[in-house]
C-alpha cells in the first residue's frame, strides 16, 4: 500500500500570509494527487485534482505543485475562512490512501 | 445541481449487518464511479470502497473486504453499501462521492454508524 504523510500536523498562522503544506507518497504516484479542505462539521470538498489543477469555483489563493512522491499545497495569502483540516488523496494505484491531514488555525 | 444524499445509518451492535444508501441526483449516475468513505470521531479520512460506472468491478481495502459490498442500481440512480459483521472500529461518519479525485469529485454530506453492544 502506498502511504501518504503530510506535515506538519497542525500549523498556526496570520491572516495574510503564505502557507504550504506537504505530502509526500511512499512511492511513486505520477500526477494522481488530490487536495481537500475539510471545515468543522462538514464533507471535504476538493480544492487541488491532478496535482495542480484548480477545481471550479476554488479561489485562486490555492494551488498546488508536485509530482511522483512530493507534493505541495500553497495557499497565497491566508483568510479566516481557510481555517480547516487539509488532506491529500492518492488514486494511482489501490488501495487509494489519505494523508493524515493538516490541521491550519489562524495566529 | 448536483447532489448525493446518504441514508441508513445509526446504531447497531456488533456483528450485526446495515445497508447504507446514496441517493444521486443532478447529473448522469451512470457514468460516474461511486465510491465509499469513512471518517471514524476525531480521526483521518479512509477509503472504504469504489465501484466502476456500470457496477461490473468493485474495489475495497483489506480492512473491509469480505464484510462490506458496493453495489450501484443505475436505474434507480442510488448506490449502496452492505456492511456485514460490524465492529467497533467500524465506528464513523460514512460518505459517498462520485469520481474521487478527478474534476467531477463531489461528496455527501454523509451519514453516521455507530456500533456498539
Known amino acids: 500500500d502506498i502511504q501518504m504523510t503530510q506535515s506538519p500536523s497542525f500549523l498556526s498562522a496570520s491572516v495574510g500570509d503564505r502557507v504550504t503544506l506537504s505530502c509526500k507518497a511512499s512511492?511513486?504516484?505520477?500526477?494522481?494527487l488530490a487536495w481537500y479542505q475539510q471545515k468543522l462539521g462538514e464533507a471535504p470538498k476538493l480544492l487541488i485534482y491532478n496535482a495542480n489543477s484548480l477545481q471550479t469555483g476554488i479561489p485562486s489563493r490555492f494551488s498546488g505543485s508536485g509530482s511522483g512522491t512530493d507534493f505541495t499545497l500553497t495557499i497565497s495569502s491566508l483568510q479566516p475562512e481557510d481555517v480547516a483540516t487539509y488532506f491529500c488523496?492518492?488514486?494511482?494505484?489501490?488501495?487509494?490512501?489519505f494523508g493524515s491531514g493538516t490541521k491550519l488555525e489562524i495566529k | 445541481e448536483v447532489q448525493l444524499v446518504e441514508s441508513g445509518g445509526g446504531l447497531v451492535q456488533p456483528g450485526s449487518p446495515l445497508k447504507l444508501s446514496c441517493a444521486a441526483s443532478g447529473f448522469t449516475f451512470s457514468s460516474n464511479w461511486l465510491n465509499w468513505i469513512r471518517q471514524a470521531p476525531g480521526k483521518g479520512l479512509e477509503w472504504v470502497a469504489s465501484?466502476?460506472?456500470?457496477?461490473?468491478?468493485?474495489y475495497y481495502p483489506d480492512t473491509v473486504k469480505g464484510r462490506f459490498v458496493v453495489s450501484k442500481d443505475n436505474a434507480k440512480n442510488t448506490g449502496y453499501l452492505q456492511m456485514n459483521n460490524l465492529r467497533s472500529e467500524d465506528t464513523a461518519m460514512y460518505y459517498c462521492?462520485?469520481?474521487?479525485?478527478?474534476?467531477?469529485?463531489?461528496w455527501g454530506q454523509g451519514v453516521m454508524v455507530t456500533v456498539s453492544s
Open positions: 512511492q511513486n504516484i505520477n500526477k494522481y
Open positions: 488523496l492518492q488514486h494511482n494505484s489501490w488501495p487509494l490512501t
Open positions: 462521492a462520485r469520481t474521487l479525485g478527478g474534476s467531477r469529485d463531489y
Open positions: 465501484i466502476n460506472p456500470d457496477g461490473s468491478s468493485t
